[in-house]
């Protein structure tokens, strides 16, 4: 009896162990196997941010009698900086950062966005230049007629301010404030910065730095990106292991490697990371991509999520929601602005989350937290519409969407914001249009006059592209990737959110998911598994059974 016990313990002991190497659960592997490999990269990585300060340099910037002076202006600060720095005005002025155009996407003049290029939150910036080059490492840029090959108008402190308390005015074309102004947006006071101070303590960009305008674009803080805010600044390990403020620590500069002030990572119609490699096969190659420290088989030997990575992005598992803390943007409708309240006068209304959600200059907004993202193939390149492009008003009009397809070998499934709208385009035309908003003196901005008519009539002017004359609206979408707030591991995407009928990848075409989707040979393999087991069980119970009437026989 002790032996049919033990058999029967072994067996399923066997059984459990089978199940676990079938369903790819390390708990159930030797313990040999559970140890994690050295992930090609990481430990380079690791070092990389172990320096004093997480940071090298070979100057104190206090000690330098050109930056001790009284600056009556920025240019003077810019002039200084450029009197040691000698080649940083010819790498600046060939950055997408100083010109926004991608200068090898298509003509080289359309593609990015001062070019053609439009979305479905702030719409566009020619026209509106005063109001959206806050957010331009440059000073003065008002109009069209900006002088791109000047060297005083580079902002050097807006990137290297480590006291992170040089501040660019929201409507002052970049340049900061030269009194103590209050914004009335928003109710902030911005004042003139220390010169002095802030120069002694210039440093290479932190996550504040970066952030000061990639977690605030679109307007505020969130609006566009979904994994890139203010909480992203000192987060904690439970918002991005990498980012970690007490961990790793990594700065954007981490991952956006940057050369003679090139900073890889635009996502044009180039992919941002050509090639799937790791640090050990190139270490000059742009490390923009988690195989470039994690490799090609991250996880633990054996593991079944290793056989994912040629079809399924890291980002897909890793970051299973984005806007975690702080709310994101996800719809803007254009089409409901201008609406004034009882005493004729723009309003704003707050909704969830201390939010507006309603604007009388900008409409109607949803605002959401801990978004579950939508998801494509994607190979790192976007496809972007202009603002010339026909369109269907019929259907929703994609201004981007990610290029890829299951055929593609560079293509993943990845994670993306998938923002919508409705916005003005040309009824007549089937064209996208380009409105002037801003412009507190001029009565065609929309933000003056509220007249949409008025405000597109401007803006296609500005830009010498045809107007009939007709305002309709149009739903829209825009696409973000989600590459930030990655997770700790414990917290990934369970694998049964993937594979069921109606979980994260429904509808997503181009691959067999089991769980989610039924092919006739597969089913019949299985039924005929599960037939040639039921077969088996019942021949090996009458064999059983036959064969305990012959020993009672007997």
């Known amino acids: 009896m002790r032996q049919r016990i033990r058999a029967r313990n072994v067996l399923g002991a066997l059984a459990m162990l089978a199940m676990a190497a079938l369903c790819g659960l390390p708990a159930a592997l030797p313990a040999a196997e559970q140890e994690p490999e050295k992930a090609p990269g990481r430990q380079l990585a690791r070092s990389a941010v172990a320096a004093p300060g997480a940071r090298w340099t070979t100057a104190d910037h206090s000690k330098f009698e050109a930056l001790k002076k009284d600056f009556a202006k920025p240019e003077e600060v810019t002039a200084a900086c450029l009197s040691c720095h000698t080649l940083t005005a010819e790498q600046i002025h060939h950055s997408i950062h100083w010109t926004w155009i991608c200068p090898t996407c298509g003509d080289g003049k359309s593609m990015g966005k001062y070019g053609k290029t439009i979305n479905n939150f702030c719409i566009a910036v020619p026209s509106n230049e005063p109001r959206c080059t806050s957010c331009h490492i440059g000073y003065g840029w008002k109009d069209k007629d900006f002088d791109f090959a000047s060297n005083d108008r580079i902002d050097c402190l807006v990137c290297h301010d480590t006291t992170h308390t040089y501040k660019k005015f929201p409507t002052k074309a970049g340049y900061p404030a030269t009194e103590p102004t209050v914004f009335p947006e928003d109710g902030v006071t911005y004042l003139p910065p220390d010169y002095k101070v802030i120069l002694g303590k210039v440093g290479r960009p932190d996550r504040l730095n970066c952030g000061a305008c990639h977690f605030y674009g679109g307007g505020s803080d969130g609006v566009k990106h979904g994994d890139l805010d203010s909480s992203m600044g000192m987060p904690k390990k439970s918002l991005d292991v990498?980012?970690?403020?007490?961990?790793?620590?990594?700065?954007?500069?981490?991952?956006?490697?940057?050369?003679?002030?090139?900073?890889?990572?635009?996502?044009?119609?180039?992919?941002?990371?050509?090639?799937?490699?790791?640090?050990?096969?190139?270490?000059?190659?742009?490390?923009?991509?988690?195989?470039?420290?994690?490799?090609?088989?991250?996880?633990?030997?054996?593991?079944?999520?290793?056989?994912?990575?040629?079809?399924?992005?890291?980002?897909?598992?890793?970051?299973?929601?984005?806007?975690?803390?702080?709310?994101?943007?996800?719809?803007?409708?254009?089409?409901?602005a201008g609406k004034k309240n009882a005493e004729g006068k723009p309003f704003k209304k707050d909704g969830p989350y201390g939010k507006p959600v309603y604007d009388t200059k900008k409409g109607d907004f949803v605002w959401e937290k801990n978004v579950t993202p939508a998801y494509y193939w994607f190979n790192g390149a976007m496809s972007n519409m202009l603002v010339t492009d026909t369109v269907d008003p019929t259907r929703i009009v994609a201004l981007n969407h990610p290029a890829g397809s299951p055929d593609d070998p560079q293509a993943r499934i990845m994670p993306f914001k998938r923002h919508t709208g409705k916005q003005p385009f040309d009824p007549m035309g089937a064209t996208m249009v380009i409105p002037h908003l801003f412009g507190p003196k001029d009565p065609n901005a929309y933000w003056t006059g509220y007249d949409w008519k008025n405000a597109v009539t401007a803006g296609m002017q500005y830009v010498d592209l045809p107007f009939s004359g007709e305002v309709g609206f149009v739903?829209?979408?825009?696409?973000?990737?989600?590459?930030?707030?990655?997770?700790?591991?414990?917290?990934?995407?369970?694998?049964?959110?993937?594979?069921?009928?109606?979980?994260?990848?429904?509808?997503?075409?181009?691959?067999?998911?089991?769980?989610?989707?039924?092919?006739?040979?597969?089913t019949s393999v299985g039924w005929f598994a599960v037939g040639a087991a039921f077969v088996a069980v019942c021949g090996h119970g009458i064999m059983r059974l036959v064969s305990r009437k012959r020993r009672n026989g007997q």
């Open 475 to 522: 739903e829209t979408e825009y696409f973000f990737p989600i590459t930030h707030m990655v997770a700790p591991k414990e917290n990934v995407v369970p694998c049964q959110q993937c594979h069921a009928v109606d979980g994260r990848l429904e509808g997503l075409p181009g691959v067999y998911i089991p769980g989610r989707d039924v092919h006739a040979a597969v």
């Open 242 to 336: 990498h980012m970690d403020a007490e961990g790793l620590n990594f700065t954007c500069q981490r991952c956006h490697t940057t050369k003679e002030h090139q900073i890889a990572g635009r996502l044009y119609t180039s992919p941002a990371a050509p090639e799937r490699i790791s640090l050990t096969e190139a270490d000059l190659a742009s490390k923009i991509a988690c195989e470039s420290c994690h490799g090609q088989k991250p996880h633990k030997r054996d593991a079944k999520a290793n056989d994912h990575t040629d079809k399924v992005a890291c980002q897909s598992c890793h970051i299973p929601e984005f806007a975690r803390v702080l709310p994101t943007k996800m719809s803007w409708d254009w089409s409901t």
